[in-house]
């Protein structure tokens, strides 16, 4: 029987890069963090969803060929992948919070749709949309 998806991935650029935005811009924990030669498996949790992991992995063998790579790290870098969504029990705080830690945002905190949301993008260029939990 399925229990759920346990791991999302995006690709990033630079996997130190990207752990120190996740880990220390945006709050999140490390789940695991292994290499297997010039593969590394890396995961970081939201620290209040700790059944799921966001899989952090540079475009490379063996996932895809070093052509492929280079494209995907190109499409990714333009801020072309579908964008993450963050939920948050308040957008302009959480805003607040996480540019003064150095995040760089796309998009201030707007109202529209009965609720606040704000974007921003990682290092890499994968983008977020940080939404405010409805009804706060």
Known sequence: MSQGVQVASIYVR??????????????????????????????????EQPSFQLGLFVPGPPMVDAATAQTVKEVV????????????????????RMKARGVEFTQEPTE??????????????????MIQTRGK
């Open 14 to 47: 630079d996997h130190d890069e990207a752990l120190a935005f996740y880990v220390e811009k945006l709050g999140f924990k490390v789940h695991t963090d292994v290499k297997n030669g010039d593969f590394r498996w890396l995961t970081v949790q939201h620290p």
């Open 77 to 96: 870098a333009k801020g072309a992948m579908p964008p993450l969504v963050l939920e948050v029990s308040d957008c302009r705080a959480a805003h607040d």
């Open 112 to 129: 529209r749709y009965g609720t606040v949301d704000a974007g921003f993008r990682d290092p890499s260029g994968n983008g977020w949309k």
